[in-house]
């Protein structure tokens, strides 16, 4: 399995711009996460899909923020417009809700916003 | 919600020694995982262990989950070994994976 794919794995975008960060999960993972790192916050959860339905999008920071599953094989989400603060590294993860696996991180989307 | 910390936050050690790093959490648990990463900022999963004791060549985790800890254990560290260490639990009850703050290591040659 190739594991957890993101694209891009940088994007650099002005400030005002629309950015569609990309993930696809590992075949068979029926739970996927979106995550975001900054230097002042850490690693926090923005939102998770279970079965390709948003369970829980508190962690969402704000309206600009939009993210969607439509199948069980790709996940968007979305910046609109993007401001400077939004720079951070995106990561996407997922996991067999049913099995002791544990979650499988994606190498992450570096994204600045100038 | 649940939290999780860390010690020590830095570590700087020679090429050679052992280490020990432990992650303390507030409530119960069903998932712990041990995430290594890397300098090009890649998270790579180390352990998944909510409870018991598991090795993987130079390094081994034990979680005591009914004390609400785990160590990772690294021996004869190397210059690869560099890099930030998480660990991360889901709350019995809930899904969210979450992070504690990290244990950056150094290992110098």
């Known amino acids: 399995d190739a594991g957890v794919i993101q694209s891009p794995r940088h994007e650099v975008t002005e400030m005002g711009q629309e950015v569609t960060l990309r993930c696809k999960p590992i075949s068979g993972h029926n739970s996927l996460f979106w995550y975001r790192q900054t230097m002042m916050r850490g690693l926090e959860l923005l939102i998770y899909?279970?079965?390709?339905?948003?369970?829980?999008d508190s962690g969402m920071p704000e309206d600009r923020f939009s993210a969607k599953m439509p199948n069980a094989s790709f996940s968007t989400l979305k910046i609109q417009p993007s401001e400077p603060r939004d720079s951070a590294v995106y990561f996407c993860a997922s996991s067999f809700a049913d099995t002791n696996y544990g979650y499988t991180f994606g190498s992450g989307t570096r994204l600045t916003v100038v | 919600g649940i939290q999780v910390e860390q010690s020590p936050p830095d570590l700087i050690l020679q090429e050679g020694a052992n280490s020990t790093l432990r992650c303390n959490f507030s409530d119960s648990v069903n998932n712990l995982q041990w995430f290594h990463q890397n300098p090009w900022g890649q998270l790579i999963n180390l352990f998944y262990i909510p409870s018991g004791t598991k090795q993987n060549g130079r390094l081994s985790a034990t979680t005591v989950a009914t004390e609400r800890y785990s160590l990772l254990y690294i021996s004869s560290s190397q210059t690869t070994d560099s890099g930030v260490y998480f660990c991360?639990?889901?709350?019995?009850?809930?899904?969210?994976?979450?992070f504690g703050t990290g244990t950056r290591l150094l290992v110098s040659p």
């Open positions: 899909f279970n079965n390709n339905v948003p369970i829980d």
């Open positions: 991360a639990v889901v709350n019995t009850g809930f899904q969210k994976l979450v």
